[in-house]
């Protein structure tokens, strides 16, 4: 099914599959890292949680209408995918005040976006994914001015769907980072991953938290929380 390996980042490792031209195979990783990969850590299991969790997401947006390079899950940690090539931004949609913004601006956390605030990132780890504003990505990524368009309003598309999704599982999305990727048409849609590694997800009702901040901060047990955000998953489905 795979054949050579194209591309390893963080999280996952990336190969073309056997006997296509334009899929690919990801095959998720145990790691974890944080802080630009400055903290880095395995779990035993957290390579297939990942797989299982965003493959059920990506489906799920299917069903809504959102295209993305999703094709099927493969086994316990892989998934097959169309090719595209990555557009270098990072979309950030935020529903509430936390992380980041919160030191770069001097909001108060927990403060309500109403409506959501949508940031982008440039994707360069030797520059730490620097905050960038539309200028700058225009300049920077090969993306039209319609097409940075499309691509926040899909985000915020998402995140709409996205916040009914993990509300019927007892989850506030606080907010999360989306890719984007050029097909061979191209056209461009939803890429990479959407899992508790790209999502801050809270208890709705404890407020607490359901994703990689556990590991961030060294607050809970990772691979527990993922099992939590995928039971319930499973529970819906």
Known sequence: ???????????????????TTDQLVLS?????????????????GKGRLNNEISSRIFTFLHKQGIETHFIERLNETEQIVRQTEIVPLEVVVRNLATGSITQRLGIEEKTLFAP????????????????????HALFLSSVTEQELREIKEEALKINGVLTD?????????????????????????????????????????????????????????????????????????
């Open 165 to 237: 999704l993990f509300q019927s599982i007892n989850l506030r999305l606080v907010d999360f980072k989306l890719e984007f990727g050029r097909l061979a048409c191209g056209s461009i849609v939803l890429s990479d991953e959407i899992s508790p590694d790209t999502c801050r997800l809270w208890d709705l009702n404890t407020e607490e938290k359901m994703d990689k901040d556990v590991f961030r901060q060294g607050t809970g047990d990772l691979l527990e929380v993922y099992n939590v955000i995928l039971q319930r998953l499973e529970d819906i489905s």
């Open 28 to 44: 998720y990783k145990n790691d974890a890292t944080a802080f630009n990969g400055k903290r880095k850590a395995s779990f035993e």
């Open 116 to 135: 959501p605030i949508v940031e982008l990132f440039y994707k360069d780890d030797d520059l730490n994914d620097p905050l960038i504003n539309d200028q």
């Open 1 to 19: 099914m795979k054949a050579e390996l194209l591309y390893e980042g963080k999280a996952k490792k990336v190969y073309r599959r056997e006997g």
